[in-house]
């Protein structure tokens, strides 16, 4: 079946960039996304990607898409200590479904 | 409201009682998931509705697991006979229709069953 796979942790300083790594093995032709999960909260939409780009800016966010190596990743410029959550990818299955990667936890230290 | 609301916030139980736990999904929202997040997992799929489609139940973990939609819009998950393997959050999400658009979460339910 698919599978979605993330980094568990990630510890960055305050100021620096931060890449949040997702490999998946099969996906449908649509969006990407990622989501992100603050303590105590539910997922919140943070930027996504279609299927047929291979980058997208969004202010301080950069997703990039590997269609060929099935790698999808999420830069962010100038980390705040307001980043530090849990960040999950989701790829496509079928034409409804979402697999959600086990989410990476980023950490900033100030 | 403006987003997706669940309740209880929290829930608390013992083994062997039922629970239900609900999801009011954004209004005009035809499709609405609920998954679940166990401590340090991703998010395992559960179930889907569509409309007036027949759900798509295929991630129910046990017959023990069911799920209702009324009219299209409120949803409740019942887990009867609760066991601590249970416990988990239960996040609701609702999309405007068919097919992968962007999914709306609510906060979740926080289930202990002890």
């Known amino acids: 079946g698919e599978d979605v796979e993330q980094s568990l942790f990630l510890s960055v300083r305050e100021g620096d960039s931060s890449v949040i790594n997702c490999t998946y093995t099969?996906?449908?032709?649509?969006?990407l996304y990622w989501y992100k999960q603050e303590p105590g909260a539910g997922l919140q939409l943070l930027t996504y990607?279609?299927?047929?780009?291979d980058m997208k800016q969004d202010q301080r966010l950069t997703v990039l898409l590997n269609k060929k190596d099935k790698h999808l990743s999420l830069r962010i410029a100038d980390t705040q200590t307001g980043d530090s959550a849990i960040y999950f990818c989701a790829v496509p299955s079928g034409t409804y479904k979402y697999i959600f990667g086990t989410g990476t936890r980023l950490k900033v230290l100030a | 409201g403006a987003g997706v609301s669940q309740s209880p916030s929290n829930k608390v139980t013992e083994k062997g009682k039922d629970v239900e736990l609900r999801c009011d999904p954004i209004?005009?929202?035809?499709?609405l998931y609920w998954y679940r997040q166990s401590l340090g997992q991703g998010l395992e799929f559960l179930i889907y509705?569509?409309?007036?489609?027949?759900?798509?139940k295929s991630g129910l973990p046990s017959d023990r697991f069911s799920a209702e939609r009324t009219g299209g819009s409120v949803s409740t998950l019942t887990i009867q006979r609760t066991q601590q393997e249970d416990s988990a959050v239960y996040l609701c999400?609702?999309?405007?229709?068919?097919?992968?658009?962007?999914?709306?979460f609510g906060p979740g339910t926080r289930l202990l069953v002890l």
């Open positions: 509705f569509q409309g007036n489609s027949a759900p798509d």
């Open positions: 999400a609702s999309s405007s229709r068919q097919g992968q658009e962007t999914q709306y």
């Open positions: 099969d996906s449908s032709s649509t969006y």
């Open positions: 990607i279609f299927s047929n780009m």
């Open positions: 209004s005009g929202h035809t499709a």
